[in-house]
């Protein structure tokens, strides 16, 4: 059973910045695994922010990056704003199968 | 612009099926595949599977093998998720995803998502 780890909560303060890591189970995660971010406020389907470790889609924010960092895909948020404050998924490539991780919760104070 | 329009909330029996619709529109239906996510209330994000409207293959997650079928009409654009022997833990938002795995691999648009209710 694969488990993808992220951190639980995180808190921020405006203008600052802030780096959610995705971590799997099996081992480091690297581009093969094409790391997919989603972000999703309450009440509403998730809405797509990167795909494939960096890669913004055209409604990306420019303030939104993704990576990799030390082991595990990360996304970092720069020069965070009030409407950022959401739940973050990433979404791992298993060849074939994919694999939500558990969500961050991101409190913008 | 493309949409992808999902069927109504249910509400069904401990023991039932259920069948979801997600209809596509704004792009070439059989250019993209479809994923399926489920959210229980309260919880996090589950991928439940991925559909090629092309050829109708399927992959499943390991947890719904046997208990889901996914399936496609391309005279209609529509696809279907369909979950047999629900129980209450299947109580959840059941979303339709546009993704591409070949070359590169993402997922774009979401459905609107369908509340599937299972209660006695």
């Known amino acids: 059973q694969t488990v993808v780890t992220q951190e639980p909560s995180l808190t921020v303060s405006p203008r600052g910045t802030v780096t959610l890591t995705c971590a799997s189970s099996t081992g480091a995660v690297s581009s093969g695994y094409y790391p997919i971010w989603f972000q999703q406020k309450p009440g509403q389907a998730p809405r797509a922010l990167i795909y494939s470790t960096s890669n913004k889609h055209s409604w990306t924010p420019a303030r939104f990056s993704g990576s990799l960092l030390g082991g595990k895909a990360a996304l970092t948020l720069s020069g965070v704003q009030p409407e950022d404050e959401a739940e973050y998924y990433c979404l791992l490539y298993y060849g074939g199968a994919w694999v939500f991780g558990g969500g961050t919760k991101l409190t913008v104070l | 612009q493309v949409q992808l329009v999902q069927s109504g909330a249910e509400v069904k029996k401990p023991g039932a099926s259920v069948k979801v619709s997600c209809k596509a529109a704004g792009y070439t239906f059989t250019s993209y595949y479809i994923h399926w996510v489920r959210q229980a209330p309260g919880q996090g994000l589950e991928w439940m599977g991925i559909?090629?409207?092309?050829?109708?293959?399927?992959r499943y997650a390991q947890k719904f093998q046997g208990r889901v079928t996914m399936t496609r009409d391309t005279s209609t654009s529509t696809l279907y998720m369909e979950l047999n022997s629900l129980r209450s833990e299947d109580t959840a938002v059941y979303y339709c995803?546009?993704?591409?795995?070949?070359?590169?691999?993402?997922?774009?648009?979401w459905g609107q998502g369908t509340l599937v209710t299972v209660s006695s």
């Open positions: 559909i090629n409207p092309s050829g109708g293959t399927t």
């Open positions: 995803a546009r993704g591409l795995i070949v070359a590169t691999k993402l997922v774009d648009y």
